[in-house]
């Protein structure tokens, strides 16, 4: 079974696009939206109604912190992240909210399961940026394999029951295997808003009968998404930010 | 767990006979008609309570054989999951255990040069595949007919893989007698450990001798931090210096002064004497010294092993081979031949240069050098060849020259390219002429035959000429 992961969409148009244009090619046989389809980004109405599209046909989404932010109440955010927010809702309508505010927290299907930040109290929106944060999240469930995203950097952790988990950055386009021995907290690159200074769109591909997963970038037209955060008076860092991918 | 019989089956291979094995896993050779070649099958012993690192080298070696191909190691054929029924099924390779040689050790230099050869080769095509193995030793090392084929990858580092079995211990791991000093102190990453190794074997196939014994303890492991071992020749002086050299400098503790490319260690070793060797060999009573100064001088053990060469100095080929052609004196092609091969060089500070050129014989077996007037011409032309590249201002030990005698220059190039796990070739090419298209040029069969990259060199045609009519 193959399964594309996507997280941190951030109403990114052609960031979505051009992922998905390169997940259709690879026809996997599971799509999931794995959280935060809104803020930062020019484009929520586009992102979040596709989003609904591929839900009706069978993807799973997931509710981010952004995603709630915008359904409920911004709370805790950075100035320009809640500046988002703000401009955010006042672009969409009540199906949007609507949509927004049904998404689960977290979700499991066999032995995957998936939540936006972490499984350790997913309401909490808690980063895994250390080994403790991925110690913590790996005991909050049984699941094979656990995928996050939130941090909008890629990473593995390996963990063997009784030893502390090991951090692995995996390369881009590069598969990295999957243990047999072990668990695994896989942590997907964001499709509309990459930090690990590739400003690339990136997306997770799980191949369990290769046991690999693969973090795909897909170069896309940030330029235009840029041009278009400047002209719609959002915060010109979040446009400045998709070129240099931080 | 599962204790297996002659004639059990695991996944369609058919276990046939048992083989003897160290402590890790069985061994057995086995049939399978899905696969047509001599097939062994790997189990590792998993007892409850028993070691975990047994399974995690085992993990290691699954993940990084599947992912290697050649002729240096053995084919992989498949693998069970290591949760239920763990195995890794690859070729079984007919060869001589080098284990066997180190056992008839002291062995002719020619012959130590031949097998390190061998050996350096396969870990060029490792290397190369970014994999390094960290457990070199003559029990892993099979020399077969097709060459040396290295075995055993369950403490091996794959460059894009996570280390899963590093990040689990942080006690050294490898072989006492050939392990790196920096694999001592907790490096797996870096190729230069793997030249350590082989200097350590080509040590012992030299002189019978193990160089550092085989120390049970982590502080005994630390000395060869310290410690050099005996010179080779101060065991036997008929082992020549070049080849001394050659060992000494594989077995460099301080990484900027080892080998760097097994492709070097394999071009020096057929190339005895384009070997640089010290005037002057240090004393023992300096070394000794040396080694009680550094015991107290440096606190920091990291700084000993030096770094390794990163990752940015290899993005270049490590082998430059310039051909260049002689016949008529240093002509404008040649100047940019040389243009081009600084230009190679230039993309990685520890590449390495070859100057060939070919010195043109009408019949095969009757060489001019033979002859007092034939050697004058060889010895002229490896003049002419210094001079080519004396501009390019590098030191000894990055540079070696060539004077090739052979009916087909094409030929005689692609043969040392290969021969010597050359990275990059440049050669120049002559303005297009209706008998050079008629014959082939060296340069068009340069490319089409070579097994790396060709910088293909030709002087700008001047416009005005070019519009001549033919």
Known sequence: MRVAILSDIHANREAFDAVLEAVGKQAPDQLVLLGDLVGYGPDPVYVVEKAADLVEGGAFCIKGNHDEAVAVSPNGMTENARTAIEWTRERLAAKHFDFLARLPLSLRSEDRLYVHASAERPEKWLYIRDMDAAERCLSASDARFIFCGHTHIPAIYYALPGSRPIHFSPLDNVAAPLSALRRHLIVVGAVGQPRDRNPAACFALLDTSRHEVTMVRVPYDYEETARKVQASGLPTWLGMRLKIGR | ?470
């Open chain 2, 1 to 470: 767990m599962e204790r297996y019989e002659t004639g059990a089956s695991i996944d369609g291979f058919e276990l046939v006979e048992r083989l003897p094995s160290g402590g890790m896993a069985s061994l057995w050779r086995a049939k399978n008609p899905k696969f047509d070649f001599p097939l062994l099958l790997k189990i590792p012993f998993l007892d409850p309570g028993g070691d975990v690192s047994v399974i995690l080298g085992f993990e290691a070696e699954e993940l990084i054989l599947k992912r290697l191909s050649g002729a240096h190691v053995p084919r992989y054929a498949a693998s069970g999951n290591l949760a239920t029924v763990p195995y890794i099924a690859m070729e079984f390779v007919t060869g001589i255990g080098l284990a066997e040689m180190t056992g008839r050790a002291p062995l002719p230099p020619d012959e130590v040069a031949r097998i390190g050869g061998e050996i350096a080769k396969a870990l060029a095509a490792l290397h190369r595949q970014k994999v390094v193995h960290l457990d070199l030793k003559p029990e892993n090392i099979i020399l077969a007919e097709r060459g040396a084929v290295l075995l055993d990858f369950g403490l091996a580092r794959h460059a894009e893989l996570p280390d899963l079995l590093g990040e689990e211990s942080s006690v050294p791991m490898g072989t006492a007698a050939y392990i790196s000093p920096e694999q001592v102190l907790g490096e797996r990453s870096d190729p230069a450990s793997d030249l350590f190794a082989l200097g350590c074997i080509l040590y012992q196939l030299a002189t019978g001798e193990e160089p550092f014994g085989r120390p049970a303890t982590f502080a005994g492991m630390k000395r060869r931090l310290y410690h050099a071992p005996k010179p080779p020749r101060d065991f036997d002086k008929a082992i020549p210096r070049w080849l001394e050299a050659i060992i000494l400098r594989c077995m460099e503790v301080d990484r900027s002064r080892r080998y760097g490319e097994a492709a070097h260690v394999l071009s020096d070793l057929r190339n005895p004497d384009q070997v640089v060797v010290a005037l002057k060999r240090v004393p023992a009573n300096k070394r000794a010294w040396d080694g009680i100064r550094n015991l107290f001088r440096r606190t920091d053990e990291k700084s000993l092993v030096g770094k390794p060469a990163g990752s940015a100095a290899r993005a270049g080929p490590p082998i430059v081979l310039a051909a260049v052609d002689l016949a008529n004196g240093s002509d404008a092609l040649a100047g940019e031949v040389l243009n081009e091969t600084a230009r190679v060089l230039a993309a990685r500070e520890d590449s390495w240069l070859a100057c060939v050129t070919v010195l043109k014989t009408e019949i095969v077996g009757n060489t001019p050098s033979v002859d007092e007037s034939g050697r004058l011409v060889y010895l002229q032309r490896l003049v002419a060849l210094k001079d080519w590249a004396r501009s390019l201002h590098l030191p000894e030990d990055r540079i070696s020259y060539h004077v090739l005698e052979a009916v087909s220059p094409a030929d005689a190039i692609l043969n040392y390219a290969e021969h010597n796990d050359v990275g990059h070739i440049v050669v120049g090419a002559r303005s297009s002429s209706a008998i050079r298209r008629h014959l082939g040029s060296v340069s068009t069969k340069v490319v089409a035959r070579a097994l790396c990259s060709v910088s293909v060199v030709r002087l700008k045609v001047i416009e005005e000429q070019r519009q001549l009519p033919p």
